[in-house]
């Protein structure tokens, strides 16, 4: 099988073997790569219970991050009495995602999915949707597989980092992925997840890196569940056939062009946007004390 470096090579790919996107992945890592579909679906198991355990403990821990200026979102959400009027599913995957975000800043064991600032994004989507939906774990993992062929292609044009392309090439990749897995553990098709990872980029495109104190904590930790929802909201537009108008590959063209144009000062480096506000100096002050 050809290399398949694009979105566009992907679906006739797809097309052409009546396959999900999942199935041509595990094709292409078993005649191209260094792995059978065997260890390819074990490895993703072992990322996918990583996964699981980093909610479990974060759901069960208030510790706060070394800052001590983040660590108890999570605790905060679960005890809140205002019922959510996005529904039970929408608001676990919001405890979720602060759950293992807030795992990634005590320096708990997480999976980077894409980074680790976005860690909490891919987890919350897949597993509090599948948990809610009876989801198997087989299928799950195929919606793993489907996400990490998605982060796969996105990165084949660009670097996956803040410091390249701002949170959009972290968080906003990342919520591509969440998309595409749920849209996946729906039955959408390939067409939909394609089109559910469109919807989902290109209008996250120009989200700016930031970090207060240099950390990965504020806004980090909170654009987790942001993105979660976001994700969700592409899913929902793409099943129901509502199409993005600029195709996924052009999308990523944009996306690599708007990290090139982004300042230097706002992509990881702490000297611009909110990392300069005056509560955000005020906070490093105190810190370096």
Known sequence: MDNINTFRQLYYACKEKNKMIYEIALDNEATQGEYSEYHVRLQAKKSLDAMKDAIKTGLNCTEPSPSGMSGDDCDKLQKTSAKSILGDTAQKMMKYALATSEQNLRMGRIVACPTAGSCGIVPAVLIGFAEDNNISENDQINALITAGEVGRLVANKMALAGAVGGCQAECGVASAMATAALTQMRGGSV?????????????ILGLTCDPVCGLVEIPCVKRNPFL????????ELAMADIISKIPIDEVVDAMEQTG??????LKESSQGGLAKTKTAIALEKNILK
């Open 260 to 265: 090139q144009l982004m300042s230097p000062l």
């Open 191 to 203: 067409k939909q997840i394609i089109n559910a990872v469109a919807l989902a980029l290109k209008n």
């Open 228 to 235: 979660a929802i976001h994700a969700v909201t592409a899913s």
